[in-house]
């Protein structure tokens, strides 16, 4: 594998001809003229000494399945790819977080959950394309403004644990009135299990005693997902 920022043939953003340059692009006709891999070009800055930085752009965002896949690629994955080394993967991350945490930043742009399908909304694009289970909680504000959207847990592809204090910790440091919490089925199918019925039992209990409600457990598969509020499964009692 070439060592990350070896340049030859026009390894180097700079080292494109002045027309391919995604940099003089963006600031002669403004970003939303360029296209994803030359964006994704900017962050990586650097080629191989076999490829050119935007063949790796377009390159990286194909072996993801776009820039979906890309986003929700974790450190490990990122960093497999060739080409792709701890400062690419980092840039690429941090970006791609930034445009997250920009989604929640302010009352007036913060996303509102009214029913079952702003939580999947919010999560579905980038969940469903998880190789691995993982639980996420989003927590919310009076007027059910999502305040944080945070991964508690990635579990193998058949469990992702959970503790129910480690579920309400960060609802109570935020001082949030609710909480929905949802987690991804990599088989594709949303159906509940067992195991997400009485964790979703031992929360709404939980949730009582802290008076911290939880609007709803969201069931994350391909293309669909389930409320489990909706189909009463845990919230019965």
Known sequence: MAAEGAGTAYGRVRELPESDRPRERLERLGPQALTTAELLAILLNTGTATEDVLSLASRLLGDHAGLRGLASADMPSLQSTRGIGPAKATTVAAAFELGRRLALE???????????????????????LLQQEELRLLTLDTKHRVLSNSVLYRGSVNAAP???AEVFREAVRRNATAIAVVHNHPSGDPTPSRDDITLTEHLVEAGTLLELELLDHVVIGKGRFISMRERRLGFER
């Open 106 to 128: 302010g009352d007036d742009i913060r996303p509102q959950v009214r029913d079952p399908a702003d939580i999947a909304r919010l999560v579905q694009a980038e969940m469903e």
């Open 162 to 164: 959970a503790r129910v």
